[in-house]
């Protein structure tokens, strides 16, 4: 069983940055499975956000994160990182990191297996 734990989140003013984190234990390392982020904010569906191969090597967006989120992973620290910059007040959600035994990152959030807690960002304008 892999347990999920994401970090780094806050408050931050728009325009802004944040990288958050997820951290992997128990069960198979990371490199196992291909990884995402998810966002869920109050009221809305969870939507995908990022998705990341096994090694790094290719990775996807949803467009409204393109040329602003930055999906990477460090397979020697069970990591992976969603770093945001240009942060926009409609960013505002709860991220989630989850992980899938798909070939390559799925947008669709059943696919996944292994889900963290989630980690408060809020977009202040």
């Known amino acids: 069983q892999v347990q999920l734990v994401e970090s780094g989140g806050g408050l931050v003013q728009a325009g802004g940055s944040l990288r958050l984190s997820c951290v992997g234990s128990g069960g198979r390392t990371l490199s196992n499975y291909v990884m995402g982020w998810f966002r869920q904010a109050p009221g809305k569906e969870r939507e995908f956000v990022a998705g990341i191969s096994r090694g790094g090597g290719s990775t996807r967006y949803t467009d409204s994160v393109k040329g602003r989120f930055t999906i990477s992973r460090d397979n020697v620290k069970n990591t992976v990182y969603l770093q945001m910059n240009i942060l926009k007040p409609e960013d505002t959600a709860n991220y989630y990191c989850?992980?899938?035994?798909?070939?390559?990152?799925?947008?669709?959030?059943?696919?996944?297996?292994?889900w963290g807690q989630g980690t408060q960002v809020t977009v202040a304008s």
């Open positions: 989850a992980a899938s035994a798909e070939v390559i990152p799925p947008v669709i959030s059943t696919l996944y297996r292994y």
